[in-house]
């Protein structure tokens, strides 16, 4: 330790340097932001999320999805093995007859409840047709005020694959704002109504402004790696 450090006050002094230099930083930068200006100075260090966003790491768990098979029809053949694997026990699964007599199985009902779920991906782990994925690149949704608003059903979980596959990773991302923004117009706006969504104001949306995601691989390996069956 050297003699300052053993004096505590001069360390001290000098961490509330650093504390007010980056406060007073922040607050005028935060200041001419609202005037309009220094707008491509950044006024706080962290992200601002969702507006913001930093590029997601190939192996990102977000919301599970469900996979299709060509044809569109889900592929998951409700053996409950994501279901029995699940430590949180939060998928729920109704088994149907297909009609396809070469088929055996598919699952009438399908889903997942979003607020018991730990994101462990034991599911995916356990699958073994990949038919359900995680590779979605989008957080959790918030869907409602009511717990049964947090079950994503398999309409919903299979969207997510239809989502991928027309408009790739950022296209789940950009209906999730979507869907917050129209939120937002229903309930906050009618309450305040100086607030604007982002679809009503001028300027882009800031996430149109961020690094993009790299490119999706191939949607569908399991197909691929049998030979399209
Ligand atoms: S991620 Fe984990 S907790 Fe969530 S549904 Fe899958 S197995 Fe269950
Ligand atoms: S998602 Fe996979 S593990 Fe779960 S029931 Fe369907 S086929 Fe079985």
Redesign the pocket.
């Given at each position: 330790m050297t003699l300052s450090e053993r004096l505590y006050l001069p360390e001290i002094l000098n961490g509330m340097l650093v504390t007010n230099y980056h406060f007073f930083r922040n607050l005028s930068l935060h200041l001419a932001h609202m005037m309009g200006l220094a707008r491509n100075r950044r006024a706080a260090t962290t992200v601002q999320y969702p507006e913001e966003r930093k590029p997601y790491s190939d192996g990102y768990r977000g919301s599970?999805r469900l996979t299709l098979k060509p044809d569109g029809s889900v592929r998951c053949t409700s053996c409950f093995l994501?279901a029995t694997?699940?430590?949180?026990q939060?998928?729920y699964i109704e088994a149907g007859e297909h009609p396809d007599p070469r088929v055996e199985k598919f699952p009438l009902r399908y889903e997942?409840d979003t607020l018991?779920?730990?994101?462990?991906?034991?599911?995916?782990e356990a699958c073994p047709c990949d038919a359900i994925r995680?590779d979605t690149y989008v957080h959790p949704r918030i869907w409602g005020f009511d717990r049964k608003d947090f079950i994503e059903t398999k309409e919903v979980l299979m969207h997510r694959s239809q989502v991928l596959e027309q408009k790739g990773r950022e296209g789940n991302m950009r209906e999730m704002l979507d869907w917050y923004d129209e939120q937002a117009r229903q309930v906050y706006v009618p309450l305040r109504p100086e607030l604007k969504t982002w679809t009503e104001r001028d300027e882009p949306h800031p996430w149109d402004q961020q690094p993009q995601p790299r490119a999706i691989p191939a949607l569908d390996r399991h197909h691929q790696h049998n030979g399209g069956q």
């Open positions: 599970h994501c694997a699940c430590p949180a939060c998928i997942i018991r779920c730990i994101y462990c991906g034991f599911c995916v995680m």
